[in-house]
């Protein structure tokens, strides 16, 4: 489990194919000094499995499945991304439950700057905004934030001038990929809501 609150921004160092998919090679001093084989770090709200660790840099294993799903299968030597450790019981909550799981890949639509400030809006499976509310959480790329406004087949969040200087959503661009996964209770809620209709 993760908490949608990132802690680097680190860079793709390597891209190796690997039978169906890569060896995801990614530097980040900090992470990698506390991490061990076998851990999960959520990158970009991916959840993978670190299988090979060498200084600063970690590497994971990502499935052709997992390449069609997310956003990861765009990334390029020296893309940036966003990593978060796994949670340790104990650990303080401070974003919102995130499982790592993808659910869909989602594109920005329209990006209104105001200073540092930000407001996007992303175009969304329609699907997927049955599981958002305003007030409610998201995760885009692995950070955790609340939702604005949402709409049939899109949704808006406020970006504070923090959030889009320590995370990759401040480079994002009208129609850039990113992962989204919808707040896990949403997910139960509406599970338990169609079994018994």
């Known amino acids: 489990?993760?908490?949608g609150l990132v802690e680097s921004l680190a860079t793709v160092c390597e891209l190796r194919p690997e039978g169906p998919g890569v060896r995801l090679v990614?530097?980040?001093?900090?992470?990698a000094d506390r991490s061990k084989i076998g851990d999960s770090i959520a990158i970009n709200g991916c959840c993978l499995t670190v299988v090979e660790l060498n200084g600063?840099?970690?590497?994971?294993?990502?499935?052709?499945e997992t390449l069609s799903r997310t956003n990861l299968g765009r990334l390029q030597p020296g893309s940036a991304v966003n990593?978060?450790?796994?949670?340790?019981?104990g650990d303080s909550l401070g974003g919102h439950l995130v499982a790592g799981h993808v659910d869909a890949?989602?594109?920005l639509d329209r990006r209104d700057d105001d200073a540092q400030w930000s407001t996007m809006w992303f175009r969304v499976p329609g699907e997927l905004t049955r599981q958002m509310a305003s007030k409610g959480s998201i995760a885009i790329d692995g950070?955790?934030?609340?939702?604005?406004?949402?709409?049939?087949?899109?949704?808006s969040v406020a970006l504070i001038p923090h959030t889009l200087s320590v995370t990759t959503l401040g480079q994002l661009q009208p129609g850039d990929a990113v992962n989204l996964e919808t707040d896990l209770l949403a997910k139960y809620v509406e599970r338990q809501l169609a079994w018994k209709s």
């Not at 990614?26 to 992470?31: E, G, T």
């Not at 600063?56 to 052709?64: L, N």
């Not at 950070?143 to 949704?155: E, G, K, N, R």
């Open 1 to 3: 489990m993760f908490t």
């Open 26 to 31: 990614i530097s980040d001093a900090a992470i």
């Open 56 to 64: 600063a840099e970690m590497t994971f294993e990502a499935g052709a």
């Open 83 to 89: 990593l978060e450790a796994s949670l340790r019981l």
């Open 105 to 107: 890949v989602g594109q």
């Open 143 to 155: 950070v955790s934030l609340t939702l604005v406004d949402v709409t049939d087949h899109s949704f």
